[in-house]
């Protein structure tokens, strides 16, 4: 198997995904663009294959996955975001572009808050004092991430490049569902809600407990995603999707746990074996534990969460799985925290939240 992940390195999917592979025999290997990669820090990872970035080089880094595809007998491609989808030209650009899919999935009748798309920054500034505040801004392809706006002042003070999204900031609570696709079927899936999120507003599930299914809208997902087969992850927020994510995900750990081996199926399938339906398992606790611990210290200095609430909220649980951290495998936690501590001598600044300054910055994690 060849994951291929050619951004800053710091992929939480990737990791699961080598992980996942490994663990149903597969021996993964991964491609390196930068000098730190959690997923190559696997002991799960057998290979690492030096490719070029994404994003200095997405013609340079696709040529590279291509050379390297046809040297050995891999089972499958798997990349790890969306850079790496765009640079090997995967058809999922109807996918990763929100303007595409957004009226699709409201055709459907899967609910979406309410949208307007703005061809650029002149354009939205022009129209910010009829918005109706907060406010999320959301680039139509993922080049920065997205963030909440609370005032038209706020929103004078911003500057950015392309087409932006803009919607309404939804108070209902986060959920998100994994699943595997194949020639239309809804092979295999498992929900699960956002018990916290980080960055704050605008994150991803730091900490989550699977579900029971949502029928309705497993009914409606492949439709959704017509014309793609592979690993997806639906963001919501109470009945509004948020975003759609055509590949492995940093909650894969989690469908593992819960009995979904999302990687390995997709290899049965790719190989042309019978799969069944599979659902994951309801009660699963999954913790990106960096995140977690940034969540509720944010809820503890807002005054949102009381000490006592922040010890039980960061207390291990019975069974409970990691994004990546890992005693077996600490590689990818080393990696990170090496990392981390240079980041701190060398006083380099951050943006909202642990995020860079939109666009750019340092690097983050992808998923």
Known sequence: MLVCEGGHGFSRGAVA??????????????????????????????????????????????????????????????????????????????????????PVAASLGIPVPATRVFENAAALQSASAELEYPIVLKPDTKRYPARRVDSVSALAGMSFEGRVIVQPYVRDAMRGMLGLLWHGRLVAAVHFSYLRIWPIPCGTASAALTTTPDAELEERAPALLEGYDGIF????????LLDVNPRVHATVALAVAAGVNLPDLYCDLVAGRDVATVRGRPGVFFRWLEGDIRSVVHAVRRGALPLGGAVVALWPRRGEVHAFESLRDPGPLLERAGYALRRALTHRPRGEAGHPPVPGGQPRFTD
Do not use: M, Q
């Open 233 to 240: 992850h639906l963001d919501l927020a109470g009945p509004y």
């Open 17 to 102: 995904t080598v992980r996942a592979l490994a663990a149903a025999g597969y021996r993964p290997t991964v491609t390196v663009s930068a000098p730190h990669s959690l997923a190559a820090a696997s002991r799960d990872c057998a290979r690492r294959v030096r490719v070029p970035s994404t994003i200095e080089d997405p013609a340079g880094f696709a040529a590279a996955v291509r050379r390297e595809a046809e040297s050995r007998p891999y089972a499958a491609i798997l990349p790890a975001n969306d850079d790496a989808l765009t640079a090997l030209e995967w058809p999922v650009g109807h996918l990763l572009d929100k303007s595409a899919w957004i």
